[in-house]
């Protein structure tokens, strides 16, 4: 795949589709960690070319229909003022003008969605280059994500997607010792991710709701905890490998409203409790010299105070491991705000769904299209 540094974009007029798919209340922006990402794409391409159209989606509007509270307007905004510029919103690719400007929340397009030829064509031809910035929704067909790639004159991913590509690849093929650390609360969602990281690490230790499907598929009485009887024989396949870290020790309670708590063996889970955290086993992992842990999804429900040990205790010893360390998913990036200072992470995804398809070794359709270019 090329760079963005393959492409020359003096006097050319590019468009460049983003992820600035953020929270937004009473018309001002919550959180802005997206759209700081991809500044340094804009400002690169600024460099060579005045003539940009910057795209993106927001939340999920009607398709051919306008949506004032769907509207990029505060996105806009906020851009105006980072980059001390006037940027037009145009609502129809035929009004797009000279110099900077943003198109409208292109799911308002008829036919993004479901990768329609005419929106695709039509994105392609207004652009003299086409850079696909938006790493999080590479996992989807979409016109703006997908066709337009294919049906480009010419077009790259932009830096912020060069890095994503290039960080995860780099763990998953290039580590000699790889930890891998996933958490969340089912099986099923993350069979696939399981299934790859085996193949990838030295050992995938696992956590949250997770864990119990293998506590049970091990022969361990979990009480009242979340389990998927349905996923006990694919968890029993992947305990033969010998590959998976389970908890020892694990925090128990009648309910997530309960204070009264209590961490315990795993072999001394009572009937009519729950597993609702794990105790971070730092003697078994200080074992291996892993010199790269891949994380993904929180070890017990952190939210609440009384269930957060062992996602506290993991970030801690992710920032104290000296291992490359590269996280990724939504609960993952609270978890490590909340506990820690991101500069002691070696990359963090901006991605959801395409980090947990990337990671499952599934090939994005956004990348696909690039490789071909």
């Given at each position: ?69 769907l509207s990029l307007k505060p996105i806009v905004h906020w851009f105006e003022k980072r980059l001390n510029l006037e940027i037009p919103l145009v609502k129809s690719l035929d009004e797009l003008p000279n110099g900077i400007s943003f198109l409208e929340n292109i799911r308002m397009f008829p036919g993004e969605s479901r990768n329609d030829d005419l929106l695709s064509e039509l994105l392609s031809k207004k652009f003299d280059i086409y850079i696909m910035d938006a790493f999080a929704t590479a996992h989807r067909e979409a016109s703006s994500t997908y066709g337009a790639i294919l049906k480009s004159k010419d077009s790259v991913p932009g830096l912020l997607f060069s890095r994503e ?209």
């Amino acid at each position: 795949m090329r760079e963005l540094k393959d492409v020359v974009l003096v006097g050319k007029h590019v468009g460049l589709r983003v992820d600035l798919n953020v929270p937004i209340e009473d018309g001002a922006v919550m959180n802005d960690e997206r759209l700081s990402a991809t500044l340094p794409t804009i400002l690169e391409i600024l460099k060579s070319t005045k003539n940009l159209t910057i795209i993106s989606h927001l939340g999920r509007p009607k398709e051919g229909e306008y949506s004032e509270e769907l509207s990029l307007k505060p996105i806009v905004h906020w851009f105006e003022k980072r980059l001390n510029l006037e940027i037009p919103l145009v609502k129809s690719l035929d009004e797009l003008p000279n110099g900077i400007s943003f198109l409208e929340n292109i799911r308002m397009f008829p036919g993004e969605s479901r990768n329609d030829d005419l929106l695709s064509e039509l994105l392609s031809k207004k652009f003299d280059i086409y850079i696909m910035d938006a790493f999080a929704t590479a996992h989807r067909e979409a016109s703006s994500t997908y066709g337009a790639i294919l049906k480009s004159k010419d077009s790259v991913p932009g830096l912020l997607f060069s890095r994503e590509i290039n960080a995860l690849s780099n763990i998953l093929d290039d580590s000699k010792k790889l930890l891998s650390v996933v958490g969340g609360s089912k099986v099923s969602t993350k069979l696939e991710v399981i299934t790859n990281l085996l193949s990838k690490s030295e050992k995938v230790l696992v956590g949250g709701g997770i864990a119990n499907t293998f506590l049970k598929a091990k022969g361990f009485d979990i009480g009242t905890s979340l389990v998927e009887d349905d996923m006990i024989t694919s968890a029993k396949k992947m305990l033969g490998t010998g590959k998976i870290i389970l908890p020892e020790r694990v925090c128990i309670s009648k309910s997530t409203q309960s204070d009264d708590i209590e961490f315990v063996p795993i072999e001394s889970v009572p009937e009519d409790k729950m597993i609702l955290d794990i105790e971070l086993n730092i003697k078994e992992l200080s074992k291996k010299d892993y010199d790269a842990i891949l994380w993904n999804g929180p070890l017990g429900i952190f939210e609440i105070k009384n269930f957060e040990k062992g996602t506290r205790d993991l970030v801690k010893y992710l920032t104290q491991s000296g291992s490359r360390v590269v996280a990724g998913g939504g609960e993952t990036i609270f978890a490590i705000s909340k506990y820690s200072d991101k500069k002691h992470f070696h990359y963090i995804s901006t991605a959801g769904g395409a980090f947990l398809e990337f990671i499952s070794g599934k090939k994005l359709p956004s990348v696909a299209a690039l490789e071909l270019k």
